[in-house]
């Protein structure tokens, strides 16, 4: 911005990095579907799908419902809440076993819910989890 006055251009910087710093807040506010959540682990049960959609090894992220299951063994089931604990934001993919999160970078492993790189330092939450029919049903009373 040459030509304009010091004062001037610190000032239209400043909005800049205010609209800019605005597009953060909203990929992780309140508002958004996939942004915080008042509270991060299913209040009710929720229906996922076939169980059979977790590979053996491996885990599967239920990003609209908030949720990441993996499968360690054959039949065995582990759910964890997919919001990180860091900023709120839902998990944006699963690679193996690890989560992460768009906003920061946290990770997480999908076994345990443990942090694998910060900024986060807590783990996720544990979700009760069941098959129900060949279904996967996670929440309260799972």
Known sequence: MPGLPAARRTVLK?????GATGLGVAACSTESKLGH???PTPTAPVALGAADDVPVGGARLYREQRLVVS???EGRYRAFSAQCTHGGCVLEKVEGTEGHCPCHGSRFDTTTGKVVRGPATVPLPAVPVRIEGGQLVAGPDA
Do not use: N, R
Not at 14 to 18: E, S
């Open 14 to 18: 400043g909005a800049a990095l205010a």
């Open 37 to 39: 959540a008042k509270e």
């Open 71 to 73: 499968c360690p063994a």
